[in-house]
């Protein structure tokens, strides 16, 4: 039987120093998407809270 590898995109969030990271960090909330437009949006938003990225 064939196995489907399905994307997963991933962020760490930081509330209380308003961080977003793009890779594991100490202290933050991890989120995975499993669509690529809900990643999007969700970075979108992030943006509009001024979180900064790193």
């Known amino acids: 039987m064939e196995q489907r590898m399905e994307a997963l995109w991933r962020i760490w969030v930081d509330t209380k120093n308003r ?29 509009g809270r001024c979180y900064r990225y790193q």
């Not at 793009?22 to 909330?29: D, K, L, T």
């Open 19 to 47: 961080i977003v990271s793009f890779h594991e960090a100490e202290g933050c909330q991890l989120m995975e998407f499993r669509s690529h437009e809900m990643f999007l949006n969700c970075v979108d938003e992030f943006t």
